[in-house]
């Protein structure tokens, strides 16, 4: 069963920046938000555990399941 997404999150880029992340997620075939959410979690897994802290999104509390 898919989780449902249900927080929001908003950032401020230059308008090349915007256009060169749009092009890359055209480029991989997905949608600009899951290009962005991908890359984010990707950089969030390398810093947290290079730091030895948990990373939230990887543990699975009975909750998170339901």
């Given at each position: 069963?898919?989780?449902?997404?249900?927080?929001?999150?908003?950032?401020?880029?230059?308008?090349?920046?915007?256009?060169?992340?749009?092009?890359?997620?055209?480029?991989?075939?997905?949608?600009?938000?899951?290009?962005?959410?991908?890359?984010?979690?990707?950089?969030?897994?390398?810093?947290?555990?290079a730091m030895g802290?948990?990373?939230?999104f990887l543990q699975?509390?009975?909750?998170?399941?339901k």
């Amino acid at each position: 069963m898919a989780r449902k997404l249900s927080e929001h999150l908003e950032i401020r880029v230059e308008p090349a920046e915007k256009r060169a992340f749009k092009d890359a997620a055209d480029l991989a075939g997905i949608p600009l938000s899951v290009w962005i959410r991908e890359r984010l979690r990707q950089v969030a897994i390398k810093d947290l555990e290079a730091m030895g802290h948990p990373i939230a999104f990887l543990q699975h509390s009975s909750e998170e399941i339901k």
